[in-house]
């Protein structure tokens, strides 16, 4: 069974960083493209931020781009997102994503594991 725990949310002030981390576990983490999605109140999720499974392909959405970067580890099963320049606006529930197939390339794959998400505060 996949399993995925975001932790690292919290409140920050515009401008200021923050970093959450994923810890995945059930399965060969390796072998497996990750994601990043937000949901802020009122909205639909979106997609933040992929990353292939060897970390050489990233992808990101436009409002995050040049401010956000994500990265994993292999070796620790973790997948993280730096987080820049924060705007009120990234203010939501973060999740970590993960697909049921290996192999793939983050942005065309379909996420169907989920973590329980980590809000994300900016204060103006």
């Known amino acids: 069974q996949v399993q995925l725990v975001e932790s690292g949310g919290g409140l920050v002030q515009a401008g200021g960083p923050l970093r959450p981390s994923c810890a995945a576990s059930?399965?060969?983490?390796?072998?497996?493209?990750m994601g990043w999605f937000r949901q802020a109140p009122g909205k639909e999720r979106e997609f933040v931020a992929a990353?292939?499974?060897?970390?050489?392909?990233?992808v990101y959405a436009d409002s995050v781009k040049g401010r956000f970067t994500i990265s994993r580890d292999n070796a620790k099963n973790t997948v993280d997102l730096q987080m820049n320049s924060l705007k009120p606006e990234d203010t939501a529930v973060y999740y970590c994503a993960a697909p049921s197939l290996p192999g793939r390339p983050p942005s065309s794959v379909a996420y169907e594991f989920w973590g329980q998400g980590t809000q994300v505060t900016v204060s103006s």
């Open positions: 990353i292939s499974w060897s970390g050489g392909s990233t």
């Open positions: 059930g399965r060969t983490f390796s072998r497996y493209a």
